[in-house]
């Protein structure tokens, strides 16, 4: 009942930011946790960052102090801010969504995926 439409990605140079965006819509909502994953080819599925609708907020240590984690209630919209982006940051970022009130950093508990923003970052 829960859908996700991811957007923002592009094309930034080492050093530089971008802020993606997720649309959700649909019923029963409330007590979804949210949470960034990503992919590189050839990796897995690797948790970047999650928030809960109470706006508890946890951070993968490889992007802690330079990602940040929101939500705006109003319009539904999960956010990421990217700054001080790496080469290894370079994957495809997808928005998930858990009926879980909190977030988790296994994929496998989440229920609901976007379609994923490629985000490449360059030298």
């Known amino acids: 009942q829960v859908q996700l439409v991811e957007s923002g990605g592009g094309l930034v140079q080492a050093g530089g930011s971008l802020r993606l965006s997720c649309a959700a819509s649909g019923r029963t909502f409330s007590n979804y946790a949210m949470a960034w994953f990503r992919q590189a080819p050839g990796k897995e599925r690797e948790f970047v960052a999650g928030?809960?609708?109470?706006?508890?907020?946890s951070y993968a240590d490889s992007v802690k102090g330079r990602f940040t984690i929101s939500r705006d209630n109003a319009k539904k919209m999960l956010l990421l801010q990217m700054s001080g982006l790496k080469l290894e940051d370079t994957a495809v970022y997808y928005c998930g969504a858990d009926i879980r009130p909190m977030p988790g950093n296994d994929p496998a508990l989440y229920n609901y995926w976007g379609q994923g923003t490629q985000v490449t970052v360059s030298a």
């Open positions: 928030i809960s609708w109470r706006y508890s907020t």
